[in-house]
């Protein structure tokens, strides 16, 4: 058994570290020879997660974001490839926070934090399990109103505008439509700095469930 099988791939702090090597005195000293063994990996400073080498189990980038700047969910295209609703591989995971907007690099990969307003965070969010983790992440009407809130030139002004940047731009998957929560998407507008944008969305919704 190895020390950090317990915790598993959960992120942790130096004060963990020192439970699991309460005889060791310099504990950054040790949190750097556990790193240049590869048997831990440094998400930020003072963070850490243990590799699937000492614990056998996946790492979740969902929890590792949630963990690294928060509160947060991983939202925007990460979250939308979670689903299933865009093809295309996405490697950084984008994350929306109430906290200033960030972001962090290290071995497991490019995290992004997008700022928002309290009401916008508080709207469309769940917790998921996956890798035998609890993660927070946006809902798929969530994370396509994320992408758009957060897209600085977007304006989709017209049902065209609308169509085109789902079928083209981000290939969205548009059969998930049918599926949507109205209501939710309704609740994200108000909340949104691309209000008329969402709207524009949700009417475009409202006419191809109608055809």
């Known amino acids: 058994m190895t020390p950090f099988e317990n915790i598993g791939n959960i992120p942790f702090d130096v004060n963990v570290l020192s439970a699991v090597f309460p005889n060791h005195k310099h504990i950054n ?12 990996i440094r998400l930020k400073k003072g963070m850490y997660v243990a590799s699937k080498m000492e614990t056998g189990k996946e790492l979740s980038k969902e929890l590792i974001a949630n963990h690294i700047y928060g509160p947060s969910y991983v939202g925007c295209e990460y979250a939308m490839r979670h689903y299933g609703l865009i093809p295309e591989r996405v490697y950084q995971v984008t994350s929306v926070t109430t906290k200033h907007s ?6 497991v990969g490019r995290f992004s934090y997008q700022n928002c307003s309290p009401e916008y965070f508080a709207v469309g969010v769940r917790i998921e399990h996956a890798d035998g983790v609890n993660f927070l ?16 030139c977007l304006n989709l002004r017209f049902m065209k505008d609308v169509e085109t940047y789902l079928e083209e731009d981000i290939r969205f998957d548009t059969d998930a439509l049918e599926g949507f929560d ?30």
């Open 182 to 211: 109205i209501k939710l998407l309704e609740r994200c507008a108000l909340a949104s700095r691309k209000q008329s944008s969402i709207n524009m969305l949700i009417k475009y919704i409202k006419h191809v469930r109608h055809l």
């Open 29 to 40: 000293e040790k949190a750097r020879a556990l790193e240049k063994n590869g048997q831990i």
């Open 137 to 152: 992440i946006a809902t798929p009407e969530k994370a396509l109103c994320d992408v758009i809130n957060f897209s600085k």
């Open 102 to 107: 960030r972001d962090f690099e290290n071995a």
